[in-house]
């Protein structure tokens, strides 16, 4: 725990580089649409690429120094981002590369909080990295000079909570069938036939598509795929499974197969070697080409 209160700190050395991340639980009325709030400072290392895996929410990236790079299958980047970018929901691994510093602050909004706190068309960004400015107006840049001008966490903290807060008073609220289809998937952990949770809800599963396409920019069938992978993740993680088929059973796969397919298809690596490539932190870095 960092000093200051209600802050977890992790610092890493290795190898790799050294960085520091300061990871805050949002404030109580930001709690519903908030995961996390993070804070990094990457410095003194070698240019390193990570393998960002697909998660259930919409990170929110403000930069204040230096840049990212968005890197295609073929190891070319296809997108540099020196300034705020906002990711949609994906359920591909993303190369992202630094230079071997960062200076950043991240907020990682559930899909529906994404889109009532950024008033975001999750449908049109998802797969894809976009200036925040674009979809945040011009306004968003001053906010990100501030916060790199502001000295220590907890201020930047508070500071992009009021932000969010005033942004939560101004828009409206998800359609509440998406609200309480989206609760009852991320209960299950993804493990839930979407027939029967269409049935649940007393609508047609094809309504339901249209309306999680229309608002968190997914199939609920893709959603649940996250979520089952985020579980999954977290039980191989944990270092508590007996073996990964009981993890797979556990976390609703049809078998062993299945598991270790959607692992490599989500990760673009095997569980075991997923193990291997992480970090303390969480990060996982990139296989060599």
């Not at 609703?252 to 490539?277: C, I, K, V, W």
Request: proline share 5%; net charge negative.
């Amino acid at each position: 725990m960092d000093e200051l209160a209600g802050i977890d700190r992790f610092d890493h050395a290795s190898e790799h580089g050294r960085w520091t991340l300061w990871r805050k639980q949002a404030a109580a009325l930001l709690q519903p649409h908030v995961i996390e709030l993070e804070g990094y400072v990457e410095t003194g290392g070698a240019p390193l690429v990570r393998h960002e895996l697909p998660f259930s929410g919409i990170p929110l990236i403000l930069v204040f120094e230096h840049h990212f790079s968005v890197f295609a299958d073929d190891g070319a980047e296809s997108v540099r981002l020196g300034q705020g970018f906002i990711a949609g929901l994906t359920d591909q691994p993303t190369l992202v590369g630094s230079p071997g510093h960062a200076f950043c602050m991240q907020v990682n909004f559930t899909p529906l909080g994404a889109r009532r706190i950024l008033d975001l068309d999750l449908h049109e960004i998802a797969g894809l990295v976009v200036p925040a400015d674009a979809v945040l107006g011009a306004a968003f840049r001053g906010l990100e000079d501030r916060l790199a001008h502001t000295i220590g966490w907890s201020q930047r903290f508070a500071i992009i909570e009021r932000y969010l807060l005033e942004r939560l008073d101004r828009n409206a609220s998800p359609t509440p069938l998406v609200e309480a289809g989206y609760a009852q998937l991320v209960a299950a952990g993804g493990n839930l036939d979407i027939s029967a949770l269409a049935a649940r809800l007393d609508v047609s599963r094809k309504h339901l598509g249209t309306l999680f396409q229309r608002e968190i920019g997914m199939a609920p069938k893709t959603v649940a795929r996250l979520l089952r992978f985020e579980s999954a993740l977290a039980g191989l993680r944990s270092g508590r499974v007996q073996s990964l088929a009981d993890l797979a059973y556990a976390c609703g796969y049809a078998d062993q197969s299945h598991f270790n397919g959607e692992f490599r298809s989500m990760s673009g690596q095997s569980p075991t070697a997923l193990l291997r490539a992480s970090l303390p932190d969480g990060s996982v870095l990139a296989p060599p080409r």
